[in-house]
């Protein structure tokens, strides 16, 4: 394995186009099993597990394609150390700020309430126990972050900087980082 190998930046983009293919291809075998009668109680229990893991698919396609193609997984998918003290004041920045967001979400639904087809579509978000709580932030704050973090700035930005300079590689990535829509708590 050569550090200085990496993926052409359409290689690349291919890569994440197929994760995102394989994430809408399983939410079309649910919608046709579910209207193919078959158990809903049990697909809308799995669907809540993948809800929650799904996120993670963004990063597996690409991690085995690079398996397969022999890069080097830590430096394309920038998976580095962080210091014990980054890690604690990432957890009291998100604790603060996950409250706040809270009340001001509070505040804004006295004066303009969600629509029902909103609140149903956070429904397998929502936990019935302890256990489907830590499922649920384990999944979609660590893996969810995790996964796009290593899609994002990792494997698409660190193949772009490769094939030009840092800036334009940082913009379309930026951009598509935050036009898509995701599932974080924070």
Same mark, same amino acid.
């Given at each position: 394995m050569n550090e200085t190998r990496y993926p052409d930046p359409l290689e690349a983009l291919m890569v994440v186009l197929s994760a995102f293919a394989l994430i809408i291809l399983i939410g079309l075998m649910y919608n046709i099993a579910a209207n193919w009668g078959f158990d809903l109680d049990k697909i809308d229990k799995n669907m809540q597990i993948f809800f929650i893991f799904g996120g993670s698919l963004f990063l597996i396609v690409p991690l085995m394609y690079a398996r397969y193609r022999k890069y080097k997984?830590?430096?394309?998918?920038?998976?580095?150390?962080v210091s014990l003290s980054i890690v604690i004041q $990432?957890?009291?920045?998100?604790?603060?700020?996950? =409250?706040? $967001?809270?009340?001001?979400?509070?505040?804004?639904? =006295?004066?303009y309430p969600l629509p029902n087809w909103f609140n149903e579509q956070m429904e397998p978000l929502k936990a019935a126990n302890s256990f489907e709580l830590i499922l649920i932030i384990l999944g979609a704050v660590f893996v969810a972050a995790i996964a796009e973090e290593g899609l994002f700035r990792g494997f698409l930005q660190y193949s772009l900087e490769k094939h030009g300079d840092v800036t334009r590689a940082v913009i379309p990535v930026s951009y598509t980082h935050l036009t898509l829509p995701t599932k974080r708590i924070v």
């Open positions: 997984i830590k430096p394309l998918f920038r998976f580095n150390a $990432s957890i009291l920045i998100a604790l603060t700020l996950t =409250i706040l $967001s809270d009340e001001l979400d509070r505040i804004i639904n =006295i004066f």
